[in-house]
Each structure stands twice: as structure tokens, then as C-alpha cells.
């Protein structure tokens, strides 16, 4: 029988805090991560019960000071990616700064930044001198190209990596017009990338005698298998076959309006449809050669979306929804963010309510969504202020009060 894995921590310091899981407890992360990319995908990692030190210039992550803002520098977009962590904040451009993170690597299990790799090269953290500190440390840089590439070192944000991915240009396909999505899609699927390649990497750790390695997470190749998925198409078998889902391009491919706002409807096998166009009063269209055949109903997705659009309109969404859901055919309000927050099976589920509500004037963020059951979760830890565990962390490094004090005075450092 194979062993169990037991990933032991590399020099564990006394004081890691308490998290809602406890599945990745004694694995230290060194984030050198700013805006959303990065603090996602380590915010994550620090759910599960990693102890996630967030090293910050002396004045802190850009985040920090996007309106809203509450308590010393909290704003809630920083909120909202950066619980479950520690915060210390470091002046890396200064010598004594890079020997505090030296000395903090010694101590790690992962690093992950997504910093542009020269800057970082240039500070003196490259992969190869990291390693050279610490060969069992994973190094995962979250990149804007990957490096083997032309384009690699250009800096990347998340409306460029939109647009060049193709992510921008399929309402393009469909509508004529480029979009962003209204939400930073890159950074965040980007950052999904980044928690799966770093555990991925731990284990092969374990599995393959403690060895570090570097991993890369570009955003656009990433980005670019995430738009191209299902639209890759005849792509797949020709060199000039065509692209293009046609029933996610359609243009009717929309909420659709009723009597009094506006409900989602997905009827996709060929039953579903023939119990939608039921309830539209249209049974004469499954009649028809070409309803009994998935591929010929696809490419009639137009013409079947347009069918319900022109329907809905008679009645209302809870008289509509309460139809669909009696034909057993996948429907849903379509809320906005403001009304997403009365929802009532997340208000059932505890979503949106911290278990460190009022700590900085708190009173609502997103929790980890997915649920482990069987295992005993502990508190989270509150989104940290501005170099809050400094001081700790440089003692527990070896760091003197006369040290540590003076490397507050001359700003290397920053803390309460």
C-alpha cells in the first residue's frame, strides 16, 4: 500500500493563525502579490488553512485605497482578497528588506508574485537565486506571457489580456461590437490557475524527494484555452476549419423579458424544448425533421431564442418561473449585484456573513465557496491591516527590538 503524504512544515513560526479549513495546515505561502490576480488565488490557498504572508511595500497594496475604503487602508475590493493572511510590509529596494525575505523564503513552502520577472530578477529573487536559498520552495510566477514567447516581459492587465485572448471579441463574433466582460474575468480565472499549479507543485514535492520547482502561470495562454474551449470547433480537425460555438454567439442568447423584469432559460435537450415550446403554444415546430436532431436544432438557435424572447412578454417572471420549474426545464432570476444580496439561498447558507463581521467595520464579505464536509473549520482571519504582523514575523525571524525599531525609523519596515 502506498503511504499517505504528510507535508511537514519546513520551520514552522509559532503564531499561524487559525483558518476556516485546515486541509493545507503547515504549508507556509510567500505572497508577493498586489491588485486582484494574485491575493485571489492566495487568499484561497489561505482558506484552506496555509498560512499566507503577504509581503507589502511600506505603503501597502494599491487595494488597499480603492474607494470604499474602512479602518487604516482597508478598501473593500483588498477586503474581499486578502483574508486569512499576514501582512508584512518591507521595503525591498533597500538591502536590510531583501535580507528580511530572505530570511523569510528560508522558511517557506511556496513563493507566488506576479510581479513582471526583471523587476523581480532585479530586486535578486530570481527563480535560481531562490532556489539556490531554499530547493524545496515552489516558485510560482503569475506572468502576464509566458516566457518562451515573443511577448514575453510585456505587462499585462486584466482588459488587455481580455481583449488580446478573444475573450472581447466573441460578443464581436456576435453583435459586431468588442465588450469586456463587466467583471475582471482574466484575474480571476487566472487566478484559479495559480491555485491548482501551486498545490499541483507540492505534491510533486513530496512525491519526488522535496524538490522546489519553477511554475509559470500566464494569464494569456491560460485566458486563451479558457475562451477557446467549446469555440475552437472545426479548428480541431482542420487547419482552416471554423470557429465559433454557434449557440453560445447567438444573438437571442440573452435574459429574456417578461411582463414585469427579466428571468434566465436554458432548455437544452430535446425534451426540454419540447416543453418550452409547449408552454409557448409552439408544439408545431417539434414536428418538424430537423427538432428531433441535436445538431440541426443548434444551428436553428436563432430562430428558437427569438421564439421564447417574443413570448415571455405576456406574462410575469414568477409566473413564468413557476411554469418552467414545473416542466423541469432549467430556469433562474437574473439578479444584479444589488439584489444578489437578498438572494435568499445565499442568505440561507451564510454567504455573505463573516464570522469576523465588525472587526474594522466589516459587515459583509464573500466566503469560500466551497464546502469540505467532515472536516472541522476554524475562524477566518480578518482581511490585515497595513504591516499588522511585522513586528511578530521579524522576531520570530531572529530580528532584536534595537533591530526591528530601527528598521521602522528608517522606513525598511512598516507595523503597528
Given at each position: ?26 504549508l507556509?505561502?510567500?505572497d ?22 503577504k ?26 482578497n ?6 508584512l510590509?518591507l521595503?525591498?529596494?533597500q ?60 505587462p ?67 485566458m ?42 436554458l ?19 417539434t ?49 444584479t ?80
Amino acid at each position: 500500500m502506498t503511504p499517505m503524504l504528510r507535508i511537514e512544515p519546513q520551520n514552522k513560526i509559532e503564531g499561524t493563525p487559525a483558518s476556516m479549513y485546515p486541509l493545507l495546515a503547515g504549508l507556509r505561502i510567500i505572497d508577493i502579490t498586489t491588485i486582484v490576480l494574485g491575493p485571489f488565488a492566495t487568499q484561497f490557498l489561505g482558506d484552506l488553512g496555509a498560512e499566507v504572508i503577504k509581503i507589502e511595500t511600506v505603503d501597502g497594496d494599491m487595494n488597499r485605497y480603492t474607494p470604499p475604503t474602512t479602518g487604516p487602508g482597508l478598501g473593500a475590493v483588498f477586503v474581499n482578497n486578502n483574508r486569512n493572511k499576514r501582512s508584512l510590509a518591507l521595503d525591498l529596494k533597500q538591502e536590510q528588506g531583501k535580507e528580511v525575505l530572505r530570511r523569510l523564503l528560508k522558511t517557506g513552502d511556496a513563493l507566488v508574485h506576479n510581479m513582471r520577472q526583471d523587476a523581480l530578477d532585479r530586486l535578486g529573487f530570481s527563480w535560481e537565486s531562490v532556489h539556490a536559498l531554499n530547493p524545496r520552495l515552489v516558485y510560482c510566477a503569475a506572468l502576464g506571457y509566458g516566457s518562451d514567447g515573443p511577448y514575453s516581459g510585456k505587462p499585462a492587465y486584466d482588459d488587455i489580456i481580455q481583449a488580446s485572448s478573444g475573450l472581447a471579441g466573441l460578443t464581436h463574433r456576435r453583435d459586431g461590437t468588442p465588450a469586456y466582460h463587466p467583471t475582471v474575468t482574466a484575474d480571476k480565472a487566472g487566478a484559479l490557475h495559480v491555485v491548482y499549479a501551486v498545490l499541483a507543485a507540492l505534491l510533486h514535492r513530496e512525491r519526488n524527494g522535496g524538490e522546489g520547482q519553477l511554475v509559470e502561470m500566464p494569464m494569456f495562454e491560460a485566458m486563451a484555452a479558457f475562451s477557446l474551449n467549446e469555440h475552437l470547433m472545426g479548428a480541431s480537425f482542420a487547419s482552416d476549419g471554423p470557429t465559433g460555438y454557434h449557440r453560445t454567439l447567438s444573438q437571442n442568447r440573452k435574459p429574456f423579458a417578461t411582463k414585469d423584469g427579466w428571468i434566465a432559460l436554458l432548455p437544452y435537450t430535446q425534451t426540454q424544448w419540447s416543453r418550452v415550446l409547449s408552454l409557448l403554444g409552439r408544439e408545431d415546430l417539434t414536428k418538424e425533421p430537423w427538432f428531433a436532431n441535436n445538431a440541426e436544432r443548434s444551428k436553428r438557435s436563432d430562430e428558437l431564442y427569438g421564439i421564447i424572447a417574443a413570448s415571455l412578454g405576456s406574462r410575469t417572471s414568477a409566473e413564468w418561473l413557476a411554469a418552467f420549474e414545473k416542466a423541469d426545464v432549467p430556469c433562474g432570476v437574473v439578479h444584479t449585484p444589488d439584489s444578489l444580496l437578498e438572494d435568499p439561498h445565499l442568505k440561507a447558507v451564510g454567504f455573505f456573513e463573516p464570522n469576523f463581521a465588525g472587526e474594522n467595520g466589516i459587515v459583509r464579505t464573500l466566503r469560500q465557496p466551497v464546502i469540505f464536509r467532515g472536516v472541522d473549520a476554524g475562524p477566518d482571519r480578518a482581511p490585515p491591516s497595513l504591516g499588522a504582523d511585522t513586528r511578530t514575523l521579524l522576531t520570530d525571524l531572529g530580528y532584536s527590538e534595537s533591530e526591528i525599531g530601527a528598521m521602522l525609523d528608517k522606513r525598511i519596515a512598516a507595523g503597528d
